[in-house]
């Protein structure tokens, strides 16, 4: 994982260690309020057929420790794309993502995948969720693919799913759960392995907003129990107030 190290583009010196950001660190971003992630340039296209897809032109953003951050904006405007980048499922053509103070988009396929298993949680518009299992082993499958000891996973598996409103429903799988109880079973997953961004995609997407503003509530809890910072994606303009900052998205760039 050395290239997770370089910063400001510069490779670290030789023999850095091979884990993720320390805990030393985060706890000073969150001290001085330094950004957690900074998108400085960024541009993502496409290759179409014959032609060349500009979905991002440009994107400037920055995340700051503790905020709900919401990505607003009509379908095919970027979002998604801008999320995926974020998350680090996707590099950028131009521009620099960093993460932590390093530089995220210049790491490699698995890097960036064991950057995600330990700093990024991220919760889907379909929840994502496996049919077979419930929602306690559902939560646990997190900890088991973050290497969490399992000496931990009872306690925490607990912890989360009550932290959403699922004391009771724990051992029920996906489809004997509704759709809002579904979504709080992704976001106890989310969280499950104390990551330090949350991504979320259209989350309240499929809810009534009944639903939603539940939903909302549960991100508001996470921020101040999690330490977390959440940025996500929606076209819901009844749900904006909730948020901190609001990056309106027009055809792969922001507007005023």
Not at 76 to 85: A, F, Q, R, V
Not at 134 to 141: F, I, M
Request: glycine share 8%.
């Amino acid at each position: 994982m050395a290239n997770w190290f370089r910063k400001n583009n510069r490779a670290e010196p030789a023999g850095t260690e091979d884990k993720i950001i320390p805990n030393e660190l985060q706890a000073a971003m969150h001290v001085h309020n330094s950004p957690l992630l900074t998108v400085t340039g960024v541009h993502r296209s496409f290759q179409v057929g014959g032609e060349r897809l500009e979905v991002l032109k440009g994107i400037e953003m920055e995340l700051r420790p503790l905020q709900l951050v919401m990505l607003k904006g009509r379908s095919g405007s970027g979002k998604t794309t801008l999320l995926n980048l974020i998350g680090g499922l996707d590099q950028p053509n131009e521009g620099e993502i960093m993460f932590l103070n390093h530089a995220f988009h210049l790491g490699s396929d698995n890097e960036r995948t064991l950057v995600r298993r330990k700093e990024i949680g991220f919760i889907f518009q379909s929840y994502a969720l496996m049919p077979l299992l419930s929602a306690w082993e559902n939560v646990e499958l997190a900890l088991r693919m973050a290497g969490v000891p399992r000496s931990e996973w009872k306690e925490r598996v607990a912890y989360c799913l009550e932290l959403v409103g699922l004391g009771k429903r724990m051992y029920h799988r996906p489809f004997e759960l509704s759709g809002g109880e579904q979504q709080r079973v992704a976001i106890a997953k989310a969280i499950a392995h104390r990551p330090s961004l949350i991504l979320a995609d259209e989350p309240t997407a499929e809810l009534d907003s009944q639903m939603g503003a539940q939903i909302m509530s549960v991100f508001r809890s996470m921020i101040a129990t999690e330490q977390v910072t959440i940025c996500m994606t929606t076209h819901d303009p009844t749900i904006l107030e909730d948020a901190d900052h609001v990056y309106e998205m027009v055809d792969g760039k922001f507007v005023s």
